[in-house]
């Protein structure tokens, strides 16, 4: 079993930025990848940014490239999701997850479905 818990979000003005933090704890250490996600209302739940655990690569939607990076605190298991130059669409539902189990396929830590803990997600608005 892994939880986690973020925090951070907020509102904030155009152009401006907001660091979410999710601390992870439990048996964090069978994890292979840990990712952010964001959801709106009616919508599925879009990878934003992933990390390797172990070699810590990172990887980046197109639309947050350039603007957000994912990085991660080795001593406390926890992970970090810095966004500058915060846009209006950057408004949703931002949640961190765990990945734990292999899936058959590739690429299944874009994925929400390639998931297997989340956390309770924190809300981000950027008001134009």
């Known amino acids: 079993q892994v939880q986690l818990v973020e925090s951070g979000g907020g509102l904030v003005q155009t152009g401006g930025s907001l660091r979410l933090s999710c601390a992870a704890s439990g048996r964090t250490s069978g994890t292979y990848h840990m990712g952010w996600f964001r959801q709106v209302p009616g919508k599925e739940r879009d990878y934003v940014a992933v990390l390797s655990w172990i070699g810590g690569n990172t990887y980046y939607a197109d639309s947050v490239k350039g603007r957000f990076t994912i990085s991660r605190s080795y001593v406390e298991d926890t992970i970090y999701l810095e966004m500058n130059s915060l846009k209006p669409e950057d408004t949703a539902v931002y949640y961190c997850?765990?990945?734990?189990?292999?899936?058959?396929?590739?690429?299944?830590?874009?994925?929400?479905?390639?998931?297997?803990?989340w956390g309770q997600g924190t809300q981000v608005t950027v008001s134009s």
């Open positions: 997850a765990a990945q734990t189990r292999k899936r058959g396929y590739s690429g299944s830590e874009f994925s929400a479905d390639g998931y297997d803990y």
